[in-house]
């Protein structure tokens, strides 16, 4: 019985002292910096289909903004005189 004891003993000592060691050995990493906040940008809806876009991504056009070329020039065939 005393050896069962002993050994239970050196187990939980071994055991302690590895438990300790790993906290120790391994360094904690510093935080990982925040991603910057995006920048908000007005949304506009393209004059001939009326998709929503960035202001950043418009195109300006006689009447509004368009969301590409084609439909730009299709608002600019189809209304002439705006």
């Excluded at 004891?5 to 050995?25: S, T």
Aim: glycine share 8%; charged share 20%; with cysteine.
């Amino acid at each position: 019985m005393k050896f069962i004891l002993l050994i239970l003993v050196v187990l939980l000592v071994v055991w302690a002292m590895r438990a300790g060691r790993k906290r120790i050995d391994v360094p904690k990493a510093p935080p990982a910096p925040a991603p910057p906040a995006p920048q908000r940008e007005d949304m506009l809806s393209c004059a001939h289909c009326g998709l929503h876009l960035p202001r950043g991504e418009a195109l300006p056009g006689r009447g509004g903004v368009f969301c590409g070329e084609a439909h730009r020039s299709a608002y600019e065939q189809a209304h002439p005189s705006a």
